[in-house]
């Protein structure tokens, strides 16, 4: 791999695509966002059409857990307006996760997906975000988390687009 910052462009890019073919096998349609600016990707129904979040992460050897963090300015921090001639950066906060439907988290050691329906985030006015779930054979008490109900929940997504 290059250097950090490439690895996580790599990762990320390969948690879209792991998460479209998931969807897919499941009988799901699903489209990749042209540009990012919060969507990663669209589910389609038949008359619905839902905007999903995907992060992906690996496991941290360090703590034995996944980490996922949605910064003020993560979804489009290279998003540029041209504006005679100069770019110029637009800004987003996190309210714009709000207007997408699912958050898919990927944690790609242990081959599990978080599917969390962003109504039940709360995320209003902050500017830093995370999650960090420990699978339970990783756990050293055995407490469930309150992400345990999204392990591979795709049949919330099912429910969803119909």
Known sequence: MRNKKHQSLFIGEAGVHRVLSELYLKGINASQSGIDIGEDIFIVGKTTKKGAQIKSAHLSKKHNHYHFA????????YARRNLKGKHKKI????????????????????????????????LNGKNYYQITWRPKNRRQQNKDSKYDKFINAWNLIEKVIK
């Open 91 to 122: 800004s987003y906060s996190l309210n714009r996760l709000k207007e997408v439907a699912f958050l898919i988290l990927w944690c790609i050691n242990d081959n599990i997906f978080l599917i969390i329906p962003t109504n039940v985030e709360e």
């Open 70 to 77: 949605f910064r003020g300015n993560y979804f489009d921090s």
